[in-house]
């Protein structure tokens, strides 16, 4: 657990940096190599074999968004990029059977925002294993990461997705944005 938290620090901390830039985290290395982009997400062409569940997802931003409110940010418009990037990384993490947010091929939430054109600047995934939303929320709730990625002002916008695993359990996938274009 204690490791699960230092590597999701790391991460909110990189997707800060990623938003002071305007560019991911690998854009050290493609100014390096000289290389345009990353790899391409996996979870993208897993969307169209993996479909959620529109209830769910709803009840996922709404629970965000009832967190938020307690706390006093503001509330997140739903974005349709955001929920088709939630979706297909909650299928991937499905089909991989961990919960991570790294895809299944190394992409990261960047890769997978500029994989369907969202701006990546302030772009950021939290993923959870079982549990409704509102129990999910109120987990990242207690978890000062989380929370800190969760309660966000940078944050405007929200996309979830969610699929029943093979497991029986779902796989939960929240990505708040910032379309600073």
Same mark, same amino acid.
């Given at each position: 657990?204690?490791?699960? @938290?230092?590597? @999701? !620090?790391?991460?909110?901390? &990189?997707?800060?940096?990623?938003?002071? @830039? /305007?560019?991911?985290?690998? #854009?050290? @290395?493609?100014?390096?190599?000289g290389e345009a982009s990353p790899v391409a997400p996996a979870s993208q062409?897993? &969307?169209?074999?993996? #479909?959620?569940?529109?209830?769910?997802?709803?009840?996922?931003?709404? &629970?965000?968004?009832?967190?938020?409110?307690?706390?006093?940010?503001?509330?997140?418009?739903?974005?349709?990029?955001?929920?088709?990037?939630?979706? !297909?990384?909650?299928?991937?993490?499905?089909?991989? /059977?961990?919960?991570?947010?790294?895809?299944?091929? /190394?992409?990261?939430?960047?890769?997978?925002?500029?994989? *369907?054109?969202?701006?990546? %600047?302030?772009?950021?995934?939290?993923? &959870?294993?079982?549990?409704? #939303?509102?129990?999910?929320? #109120?987990?990242?709730?207690?978890?000062?990461?989380?929370s800190v990625e969760l309660l966000s002002q940078m944050s405007e916008q929200?996309?979830?997705?969610?699929?029943?695993?093979?497991?029986?359990?779902?796989?939960?996938? *929240?990505?708040?944005?910032?379309? %600073?274009?």
């Amino acid at each position: 657990m204690i490791y699960k @938290t230092l590597v @999701t !620090s790391i991460l909110g901390v &990189a997707m800060l940096g990623a938003c002071e @830039t /305007g560019q991911g985290l690998d #854009a050290q @290395t493609d100014m390096l190599l000289g290389e345009a982009s990353p790899v391409a997400p996996a979870s993208q062409s897993l &969307a169209a074999s993996c #479909a959620g569940n529109d209830l769910l997802q709803q009840q996922m931003m709404d &629970a965000v968004n009832a967190a938020r409110a307690t706390q006093g940010k503001t509330i997140l418009e739903i974005d349709p990029l955001l929920v088709e990037i939630a979706q !297909s990384h909650a299928c991937d993490i499905a089909a991989m /059977g961990q919960a991570s947010v790294a895809g299944s091929n /190394g992409s990261s939430v960047v890769d997978r925002a500029r994989a *369907v054109g969202y701006p990546t %600047c302030g772009v950021t995934q939290l993923v &959870a294993i079982g549990g409704s #939303a509102d129990g999910v929320v #109120a987990g990242w709730g207690r978890s000062k990461p989380h929370s800190v990625e969760l309660l966000s002002q940078m944050s405007e916008q929200v996309g979830a997705g969610v699929v029943q695993g093979a497991d029986g359990r779902l796989w939960w996938s *929240v990505v708040l944005g910032e379309n %600073c274009t």
